[in-house]
């Protein structure tokens, strides 16, 4: 091995992973998830059954929000590994963002763009995130072996 390049730590699955986060914080995070997810799909439907119907979405999308908010926090991860550690912090600030579009759902009745900018940019770090933990998960294992 060349002097300067320094032997990288061999991790093992639980070392990865982590300690198992609590089953009530994945069940509050998934169903803060599943909220936001309604809470942005109500102004869609709002277009057929009129804006009545749905004039409560703001409060929909917040609880949501709020909801996953506490999810993660209350969830961290336990492992060891410096990248996925990043990852999962990555991940909860898509909880932020998604409480920052809630605030500017509040704030301005006249533009939504900020809304659903902050929204977008959630979704994005949370998509990112789902894809690259397990990826660097089997990169490290296989690495190992």
Same mark, same amino acid.
Not at 30 to 49: C, D, E, N, R
Not at 74 to 88: A, E, N, Q, V, W
């Given at each position: 091995?060349?002097?300067?390049?320094? #032997?990288?730590? @061999?991790?093992?699955?639980?070392?990865?992973?982590?300690?198992?986060? @609590?089953?009530?914080?994945?069940? %509050?995070?998934? /169903?803060?998830?599943? !909220?936001?997810?309604?809470?942005?799909? %109500?102004?869609?439907?709002? &277009?057929?059954? =009129?804006?009545?119907?749905?004039?409560?979405?703001?409060? &929909?999308?917040?609880?949501?929000?709020?909801? +996953?908010? /506490?999810?993660?926090? +209350? @969830?961290?991860? !336990? =492992? !060891?590994?410096?990248?996925?550690?990043?990852?999962?912090?990555?991940? @909860?600030?898509?909880? /932020?963002?998604?409480?920052?579009?809630?605030?500017?759902? +509040?704030?301005?009745?006249?533009?939504?763009?900020? &809304?659903?900018?902050? !929204?977008?940019?959630? =979704?994005?770090?949370?998509? +990112?995130?789902?894809?690259?933990?397990?990826? &660097?998960?089997?990169? #490290?294992?296989?690495?190992?072996?």
């Amino acid at each position: 091995m060349a002097k300067n390049q320094k #032997e990288q730590p @061999s991790y093992t699955l639980d070392e990865l992973q982590g300690k198992a986060p @609590s089953t009530a914080m994945v069940i %509050l995070a998934t /169903v803060g998830l599943l !909220t936001i997810a309604v809470g942005t799909l %109500l102004p869609i439907f709002a &277009v057929k059954f =009129g804006p009545q119907a749905v004039g409560w979405w703001k409060y &929909v999308y917040a609880a949501g929000a709020l909801c +996953f908010l /506490v999810g993660k926090i +209350f @969830s961290p991860y !336990t =492992g !060891t590994h410096p990248r996925i550690k990043r990852l999962y912090r990555i991940e @909860s600030w898509s909880a /932020v963002f998604f409480c920052v579009a809630a605030f500017f759902l +509040f704030w301005s009745n006249d533009s939504m763009r900020d &809304v659903w900018a902050f !929204t977008l940019a959630g =979704g994005a770090l949370l998509i +990112f995130t789902t894809i690259a933990i397990p990826r &660097v998960i089997k990169k #490290e294992l296989k690495r190992r072996s």
